[in-house]
């Protein structure tokens, strides 16, 4: 078989990272893949499990569902999407004002990264697993995230920035979490994805004047690969009662509602040119993707967040607030510096707590899981 030339062609995630590999230097971009290295509360990381727990899941009480939806993502429909078009219009980087520019490029490495962590968690379960309705699984949604990020790349490239995808896969450092957790923060990082993705397209649809980068086109078909994806989390979960329904596990699920939603708002809180480019207010946005999230998570979550709660906006602004300020102590270094970190983290604590402990909304979940997008 011929390696396709372009990652949007690919069938699998190894021959799509092979063909983007392939497309430069390996030496090029070095400052991307290091800003794509980093490990903080905020960056995206990768991911590694328990492999042989996941392998021994059994979807038999969701057989009817989990066949149609990896029937549906077998046809494929988003083969080839991912490329450069007509509809890519030229990108004026040079015009492009430096703080706008940076916070961009920014935005895309960390995007590219986020989509890459998918890629190489998939990738490996589907490599170490045995069992077929999950090999098969992982085997796909490792080949989607693998043109998304190859896709995020051709747009760096062109900026003269790259992320080095088979280093990353390498030298990046791995963290640790039990199944469980993988299926709780994995599920809700894909609706979101999905909620912001489409948030954004919707948004650029009634304002195309404000589409200052031409990859914003492509969000709609994007999002529904994150939805598909979401969706076999959602059937994954539904497959085992206990992960929704005992008491210890819905206090894992409300914390990890309240750590993703609160750390999305303080890293797009962080990128105010960006969204001031597209026409979009930060704060709106926030909370429309989280309302959009909770809405889809009560396909598998018993409780939502309540995110009209006078305690929740103000504290994930101290949050935001409590962010700057390490960022600013770290970069002062020194005894202050350390202090005053020190002092920040103590804020971001408080303040989390206090959006953990507003009282959830508690839903009943439906029989069947299964959803189709439909913002
Ligand atoms: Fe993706
Ligand atoms: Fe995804």
Redesign the pocket.
């Known amino acids: 078989m011929n390696a396709p030339t372009h990652s949007a062609f690919a069938n699998t995630a190894e021959e799509a990272i092979a063909a983007q590999d392939a497309l430069d230097d390996p030496m090029t971009s070095e400052k991307a893949t290091e800003v794509a290295m980093q490990n903080t509360l905020l960056t995206p990381r990768f991911y590694t499990t328990d492999f042989a727990e996941m392998d021994a899941i059994d979807v038999t009480p969701v057989r009817e569902d989990w066949d149609r939806l990896i029937a549906q993502m077998k046809s494929d429909p988003n083969k080839g999407h991912f490329k450069k078009n007509e509809d890519w219009d030229n990108v004026d980087w040079e015009g492009m004002e430096p703080a706008l520019k940076a916070e961009f490029i920014d935005f895309l490495i960390s995007s590219c990264t986020a989509?890459f962590s998918?890629c190489v968690l998939y990738k490996e379960m589907k490599r170490r697993g045995s069992n077929e309705d999950i090999t098969t699984l992982f085997q796909l949604m490792a080949r989607?995230?693998a043109r998304?990020?190859g896709f995020i790349n051709d747009a760096l490239r062109e900026a003269g920035v790259r992320v080095n995808l088979g280093f990353l896969t390498q030298q990046k450092k791995y963290t640790y979490f039990r199944p469980k957790f993988i299926y709780y923060a994995t599920y809700l990082s894909e609706k979101i994805?999905y909620a912001r993705y489409i948030t954004i397209y919707r948004h650029l649809e009634e304002n195309p004047e404000l589409r200052f980068h031409p990859i914003f086109k492509w969000f709609r078909e994007?999002c529904n690969?994150?939805f598909s994806?979401g969706e076999a989390f959602a059937l994954l979960m539904k497959s085992d009662p206990k992960l929704t329904e005992s008491f210890g596990n819905k206090l894992w699920i409300k914390f990890f509602l309240t750590a993703v939603y609160s750390t999305m708002w303080v890293r797009d809180h962080q990128r105010p040119l960006f969204h001031e480019a597209l026409g979009v207010d930060v704060t709106w946005y926030g909370q429309e993707v989280f309302r959009k999230t909770s809405e889809i998570s009560k396909q598998i979550f018993p409780m939502t967040l309540d995110i009209d709660h006078p305690r929740w906006r103000k504290n994930l602004d101290r949050m935001e607030a409590a962010s700057r300020q390490i960022a600013a102590a770290k970069a002062r270094g020194g005894l202050g510096g350390m202090m005053s970190r020190l002092g920040g983290m103590a804020k971001a604590a408080t303040a989390f707590v206090l959006v953990f402990t507003i009282p959830a909304k508690a839903h009943s979940v439906p029989t069947s899981t299964r959803m189709e997008p439909t913002y």
């Open positions: 989509e998918g989607d995230e998304h990020a994805g994007w690969d994150e994806h």
